[in-house]
């Protein structure tokens, strides 16, 4: 018979799963066995929505960057002294945008001015940062003006006469749309008698929510021309905003960005101001598969114990089928196969559970956040205002991956036991 069956034969299958099936009574499947399958089942749903947040929460982070920001700043190291103090400006911005513009993958050049000013209202006064840019720049920009992804008031079709202002700004003057809001800038009017600030008071036409709560609370874009005139930057620029077709790839535009901006020229790419926390990112998430892969790890053990248990009870049946000639590969194999198929069960309803709760995780976290009074989530703290999942497939792959290795090795010790044991020993007592 040995010879004539081949590994993992039909019988083998049928076997196990007899087995399995049996009452516990008849020594059948033990609790232990029930716990590992809900434990892994478990283990695994917890790993998929661990990694399905984590790669929500890093997606989320880098497109509130990308959407918002340029993806590589241009600027120039020329530097020249303004109101005693000392500022970078691109003499050429036009001619050096151009050039930029035609290099392939770039998708948006636009010259901008940056300072940043005191902004009251009333009684109330915060400090922001004014970023000068022309109006079909700001439209261009998807976290801004896009209606598909910015959360918006007003109407950028009266930006040449106001300003726009992030919802944080707005919250803290206590503005609105058409209200007028005063900016104060210290390094303003020359006179015979020195310099004296800076005092404009402009029309907020609109008020956007880019998605980062460190932008919404200082940033305010101002026209181009009159943030020159505000700034004192006549005739030129403080940098060239750029973004590129793949900004996961932007060290690849290094070399033409450098090329076309001319001598002396500097770079500051998205990478260069977010690489730390995104870095630190990786780590964390290198840590939690760790940390999650040990409980999956705890929940496959139990499948020892089940076994062990059923190979107890089994004892009978294991001398019977090794006297009717059956070796001891086929019965590792049977009691393999059990131990196994308490692993694809158990792997394959995470899969499913934790596959649903991250498809539904927002509706979970705004009940949670409900119950709880809300708070869950603080924008301030964590930088952007709302915590996603995103279900990738190798997410997936390596969650199943992990459990099914570590559930068919942890099942290799109860089987071969099984196989060794002595048929005459099984049935002395019987």
């Known amino acids: 018979m040995a010879g004539r069956t081949a590994p993992f034969s039909r019988f083998e299958f049928m076997i196990a799963w007899r087995y399995l099936r049996a009452k516990r009574a008849d020594g059948g499947v033990s609790v232990m066995t029930w716990i590992s399958l809900i434990g892994i089942t478990l283990a695994v749903a917890a790993l998929i929505i ?3 947040v984590r790669s929500g929460f890093r997606a989320e982070f880098v497109d509130t960057i990308l959407g918002a920001n340029a993806h590589v700043t241009l600027y120039s190291a020329n530097y020249q002294t303004d109101t005693g103090r000392t500022v970078r400006y691109i003499e050429d911005y036009a001619g050096a945008a151009a050039r930029v513009a035609e290099i392939p993958g770039v998708t948006r050049v636009a010259p ?16 922001v940062q004014v970023f000068g840019i022309a109006e079909e720049d700001l439209l ?4 801004i003006a896009d209606p598909t992804q910015a959360r918006a008031q007003g109407d950028l079709s009266g930006f040449d006469r106001g300003i726009a202002v992030g919802s944080g700004v707005a919250r803290q003057l206590g503005v609105q749309v058409g209200d007028v809001m005063r900016l104060i800038s210290p390094d303003g009017v020359r006179t015979a008698f020195g310099t004296s600030p800076r005092i404009s008071e402009y029309e907020v036409v609109y008020i956007f929510t880019a998605g980062r709560f460190d932008i919404d609370r ?9 943030a020159q005139a505000y700034f004192n930057r006549d005739g030129v620029a403080d940098e060239l905003e750029i973004m590129v077709t793949e900004p996961e790839n932007i060290e690849a535009f290094r070399a033409d960005l450098l090329e076309a901006g001319g001598a002396r020229t500097l770079l500051w790419t998205w990478r260069d101001s977010a690489g730390n926390f995104l870095r630190a990112l990786e780590v964390e998430d290198t840590v939690m598969f760790v940390l999650m892969s040990v409980l999956v790890l705890i929940a496959s053990m139990n499948i020892i114990s089940g076994l062990v248990m059923l190979v107890k009870n089994k004892g009978r049946d294991i001398g ?4 009717m000639g059956l070796t001891e590969g086929s019965v590792m194999r049977i009691f393999f196969i059990c131990g196994a198929l308490v692993g694809v069960i158990g792997t394959a309803a995470g899969v499913v559970l934790g596959s649903l709760f991250s498809i539904y995780f927002d ?9 709880s009074g809300g708070g869950v989530w603080d924008a301030s703290v964590r930088g952007i205002y709302r915590l996603p999942a995103k279900l990738e497939l190798a997410d997936v792959l390596a ?10 090795g942890v099942t290799i ?5 099984a196989a060794r044991m002595n048929p005459v020993e099984a049935l002395r007592y019987e």
Do not use: W
């Open 50 to 52: 661990t990694l399905s």
């Open 112 to 127: 901008l001015i940056k300072g940043e000013v005191m902004a009251t209202h009333g009684a109330q006064t915060t400090g």
């Open 140 to 143: 261009s920009l998807p976290r």
């Open 218 to 226: 200082v940033r305010v874009y101002m026209p181009f021309d009159e």
């Open 320 to 323: 019977i089928l090794r006297t």
């Open 363 to 371: 509706q979970i976290l705004a009940f949670v956040n409900g119950a």
């Open 399 to 408: 969650a199943v991956g992990l459990s099914l290795v570590l559930s068919f």
């Open 413 to 417: 010790f109860p089987a071969r036991r």
